[in-house]
C-alpha cells in the first residue's frame, strides 16, 4: 500500500471515501462495458449497465432492491435469554448480544435481500432445491437465516461458523431441533488443528448431500480441504459464492467440472466494491449451483 494512499485512508471519512469510490463506479462500469460490443451485447450485463446509469451503484444492481425497507423490520428481544431476535417465516433467528436495533435492522434487511427470488445470491431456485431428508453442511453460517429456512424439510445439518459471538445467537435460534443440528466453531479450511478442519477430514464417515458455501473469501481453502470427498462421493449439491475474489467463478468452475459436476451460475451480477481489490469488468457473478449425481 503507497504512503499517499494510506494517507488519503487516514485524511479521508469512510463514508466520503465510499462515496467518492461509487461515484468513480458509476462512470467506469459503464465507460468499460459500452467499449466492447461483445459485452454489452449480454442482456445479463446491459441491463446492469443500464441500472447503473440510472441509479447508482448497489452490490445488488436490481430494481428488486427498492422494495426493501431496513426500517420497517420488527426486533423483538426474548425475556428469557435477552437476545434480539426477528421473526423469519414464523420462525425466531437471533442475533449478536451486543447488536443494536438499528444494526439487526440493517442486517436482516440486508439478508432479505439477498435471498429475494430475484437476487443473484439467492443460494436455491426452482430448479435446485433442498430434497427432503437431505444431510446439509452449512460453510460461513453466520445468523444462520438459510438453515432456518429449511429446517424442518432436512434431516441433519451441521452448521460451521468460527465467530464465537455468533455461536450463543445460533444454539438460541435452533434450540426447537436440538436433535438434528451441529454447531462446528470452526474455520473449514485445508489444514486440521484447533481452529480449523478440512472437509475430508470432518466428513471421513459422514453423510452429505448439500453444501452452502459462503466464507468471506476463503472458499478457495475450503475447496481445497474438501478435494477426495467432492470427488469419490456423488449425489451432492454445492451453492457455492463467487463474487468475493476477481476470479473465484473461472476457477472453481474448473474444479468443480473436473470433479463430475454439471455447474451453472446463478442469474446477473454483484458489484462487491467492499474488495479493495475490484477491478475491470467490475461485475462479478454471485453464485455457482453444482450437481453431481
Known sequence: MSFLFQLYRVLVPKPLRTKILLNSLRKQIPQFHESDPLLISDPERREVVEFVKHQGVKVFPYSFTNKYNQSKVEVFVDSGSGLKYVLMDGKRLY???????????????????????????????????????????????????????????????????????????????FEPWREKVEIVAKFVSDIDDQRHCTGDVFFSNKELNFLKIDVDGGEQKLLKGFEKTLERDSNIKIALCTYHQHNDEKEFTELLVDKGFSVNPSYGFMIFHYDKKLKAPYIRRALLRAIKP
Request: proline content about 3%.
Open 95 to 173: 442475533f449478536k448480544r451486543r447488536w443494536s436495533v438499528s444494526r439487526i435492522q440493517r442486517s436482516f434487511n440486508d439478508l432479505s435481500m439477498e435471498q429475494d427470488e430475484k437476487s443473484p445470491h439467492r443460494y436455491l431456485s426452482d430448479d435446485f432445491r433442498i430434497s427432503e431428508g437431505d444431510i446439509v453442511a452449512d460453510f460461513g453460517a453466520a445468523e444462520g437465516n438459510f438453515s432456518l429456512s429449511i429446517i424442518e424439510k432436512v434431516k441433519k445439518i451441521y452448521l460451521f461458523e468460527s465467530d464465537p459471538e455468533w455461536i450463543e445467537a445460533l444454539d438460541k435460534t
